[in-house]
Every structure is written in structure tokens, then in C-alpha cells.
């Protein structure tokens, strides 16, 4: 019953969907500042979510329906699972499992390769340029990311458990502290930004482009678990980033204060890249996440491994 506890209230789904759409509002503030608008209210993303579900659920007549319904599923459960490990991890002390690191990793690939399912499984033309982009995307953005990730194993003399990577900040210093953290997390901000497929990255949906891309099928129910799913990854990739390069999070004192700090930073920063950057298109975006970003990534390692 804990597990189920834990999967489903907190640190789970209940939990991390109340927290990602906080972080959708936020993203949305900002962004309205930004463009000098007010903003919509505070709960303008739970409105939004309800009214989807309230919304009929229209599937197009040559789709394979049963993948075509199942595929947003498996993308908010992923998120999901990703979310619980990574708060077990940083509230309880050794709640890990060896190799949470690794399966955190393969997780995170999930929610894009749902979608790409999707909107293939769709068989509408719009949705599979949507897909097409979103493979070779995904494809671009893992090999930096996974680089990247290697510099706080490779700090930690090898350590692939969550809270392995944690104590060893706590006795060593945050992994962002060095040269070689410092690069990495320039790597997996611009990664994550493809990850969450949020500008300059957002390509598979380009809405003035493709009508939504991989969504443009999507209707009701279905696209209100997308939409879920995308505000869930908008607070567990930050978190997910915060606990590899910066100590995790506390809530003994003025630590709890700290510690939503340095997921509002980064959440803050995400949402300005998105803001003051054009699209890139997707030969672009490849040539850059496989050149100069995959080279500062290896530099990141090769660092590490000198130790600095």
C-alpha cells in the first residue's frame, strides 16, 4: 500500500500534477511579463485541464485506435514514476535503488516517444512531420544529455544511485561548484529545453508551422493528459537537475526556502530561453546538439575525470 501511496498521492501523480501546474502558471507569468501582459490567473492551467476533460474525445476514423489512445498514458506514467523516485530519493534517505540513476534516464525518453507513437498511430500527414521531427529530435537532444549526466557520476567515483549522488554533495560540494559542473549544466539546460520541446526546440509542434504537429489529432480527454503531462515535466526535469548539480532539496529550516529557490531558478531560466530565442529548424537543431553542445559535454567529462 506505501508504493501505491507513493506512485499515486505523493510524492506521485497527485502531487507532481498540483506542482506542475504551479510550474505552468509560473511559466506563464513570466512569459506575460516578458511580452509586458498581465498574465492569466492562478489557476488558469487547472481551468484548462478541466475543460479538455469536459471536451469531446474525436478519433480520427483510419487511426489505430487503441495505440493512438494509450500512447499520451504511457507518457504520464512515466513522469510519474520519474517524479516518485527522484522525491523518495531526496526525503528519505536510502529509499533508492541501484541504478535509479540509469532507469531515471531511460524514463525521461518515454513521454517524446509516446508522443511520436502517437502521432504516427494517427495517420494524419501534420501529426507524422510532428513525429518524424520528434524522433530525430529526441535522437539529437539524448546523446549530450546522457554526456552531461556522466559528470556527476564521474565526481562521485562511479556512483549510479540517486542518493549516492546526494551524499556526495553533501560531503564534497555541489557538483555545479566545479569547471566541469558548470559545463555539464549548460548542457542539460539546452538539452532539457529540446526535452520539454519548448523554444528553440519547438519543432515537432510548431504551431504557425504544422498546427501543433504531433497534437494537431488530439481532442478531450487525451490531449488533457499531453497537456498534463507536459506541465509534469516542466517540475521534474528541473527537480531532476537540481538533485544531480546542486545538493537536492531540504525542508529542515530555512533550507525549505533555499530549496524552491533552486527550482525557480532554473524553472525562470528555462522559461527566459524560451522567450528570447527564435526556432531553430530541425537540421539546425541537430547540427547544434551534436556539435558544439555534445563537444562541451565530452569537455565536461574529461574535466571531471582531471578532477577539476
Known amino acids: 500500500m506505501e508504493h501505491v501511496f507513493n506512485y499515486l498521492i505523493f510524492p506521485g501523480f497527485l502531487f507532481t500534477a498540483f506542482a506542475g501546474i504551479l510550474a505552468s502558471w509560473i511559466d ?12 492569466p490567473p492562478f489557476l488558469q492551467p487547472l481551468y484548462d485541464i478541466v475543460k479538455l476533460l469536459g471536451k469531446e474525445t474525436v478519433i480520427p476514423r483510419a487511426c489505430s485506435r ?4 494509450l500512447s499520451p498514458v504511457f507518457g504520464l506514467a512515466a513522469v510519474t514514476a520519474v517524479s516518485t523516485i527522484v522525491w523518495k530519493t531526496m526525503l528519505w534517505q536510502n529509499r533508492g535503488f541501484a541504478g535509479d540513476l540509469i532507469v531515471v534516464v531511460y524514463l525521461l525518453m518515454i513521454p517524446s516517444i509516446a508522443l511520436i507513437v502517437g502521432g504516427f498511430a494517427s495517420k494524419n500527414p501534420i501529426a507524422s512531420l510532428g513525429a518524424s521531427r520528434e524522433m530525430k529530435l529526441m535522437l539529437a537532444d539524448e546523446l549530450p544529455f546522457l554526456i552531461a549526466v556522466m559528470v556527476p557520476v564521474v565526481q562521485s567515483n562511479g556512483a549510479i544511485k540517486l542518493d549516492q549522488l546526494i551524499a556526495y554533495q553533501h560531503t564534497h560540494g555541489m557538483v555545479v561548484g ?38 494537431v489529432e488530439y481532442s478531450g480527454t487525451p490531449l488533457a493528459i499531453i497537456k498534463l503531462t507536459r506541465m509534469m515535466m516542466l517540475f521534474t526535469l528541473p527537480m531532476f537537475l537540481v538533485l ?21 531558478f532554473f524553472l525562470v531560466l528555462i522559461v527566459l530561453i524560451r522567450n528570447t530565442n527564435p526556432r531553430l529548424r530541425i537540421d539546425q537543431a541537430v547540427k547544434f546538439l551534436w556539435g558544439p553542445v555534445t563537444f562541451i559535454g565530452i569537455a565536461a567529462v574529461v574535466l571531471a575525470l582531471m578532477g577539476k
Open 28 to 39: 506563464r507569468k513570466v512569459t506575460a511579463r516578458v511580452q509586458w501582459r498581465v498574465g
Open 178 to 215: 566545479s569547471i566541469s559542473g558548470v559545463l555539464a549544466l549548460i548542457v542539460v539546460i539546452i538539452t532539457t529545453q529540446a526535452k520539454l520541446t519548448l523554444v528553440p526546440f519547438d519543432i515537432p509542434e510548431a504551431e504557425t508551422e504544422i498546427m501543433g504537429g504531433l497534437e
Open 66 to 69: 487503441f495505440t493512438f489512445l
Open 244 to 264: 544531480l548539480f546542486w545538493g537536492g532539496v531540504s525542508f529542515q529550516g530555512w533550507s525549505i526556502l533555499w530549496s524552491i529557490l533552486k527550482y525557480v
